[in-house]
């Protein structure tokens, strides 16, 4: 009996341990940049990502209980794969609560223009075009995609592109 009171632990440890770092995963995956988003993908993400600092709290310390309890019955090797689902349960936990997408992408501080008659763009390029106080500016949407915001001043206005 005591045996199987070990192995359905260890069942709840893997479930809870899965569960917890799919709140940092899925958000993760889905919102990967240069790579189509459906919009219901989007939005479960954005959903997950809002509730995934509590839920891996939770996750987190019922991994943590199930852990101490079966620590007593464990083998050298279950305690190490035990304790390394723990270690990547605490890092998926730590890491729904950064906002990961500022290390990748870094906003522009001072931009730099060409008059038009001078850009290489092509014809059919998509820009985010700014006309403000008679001050216009052209931000390339292939620029902005990997910035995704650009401080500027526009006519006199600070203002923040974003794409």
């Not at 950064?98 to 008059?115: A, D, I, L, T």
């Not at 001050?135 to 995609?145: I, K």
């Not at 650009?150 to 600070?158: A, F, K």
């Amino acid at each position: 009996m005591v045996e199987h009171k070990s192995v359905s632990l260890w069942i709840w440890f893997a479930i809870f341990a899965i569960l917890t770092c799919a709140l940092f995963l899925i958000p993760a995956f889905v919102i990967r940049p240069f790579r189509y988003q459906s919009p219901g993908g989007l939005m479960l993400a954005l959903r997950i990502k809002q509730w995934a600092p509590l839920g891996t709290a939770v996750g987190f310390a019922i991994c943590a209980v199930l852990f101490l309890v079966l620590w007593p019955r464990m083998r050298r090797w279950t305690g190490i794969v035990l304790g390394t689902g723990l270690l990547l349960i605490a890092l998926c936990s730590a890491m729904t609560r950064v906002n990961y997408f500022e290390w990748m992408f870094h906003p522009v501080q001072r931009p730099g223009f060409e008059p038009s008659s001078q850009t290489k763009l092509d014809s059919g390029e998509m820009v985010l075009a700014l006309n403000f106080n008679g001050d216009a500016r052209a931000y390339p949407v292939r620029e902005m995609a990997y910035h995704h915001i650009v401080n500027d001043v526009v006519g006199g206005v600070p203002v923040a592109v974003t794409y």
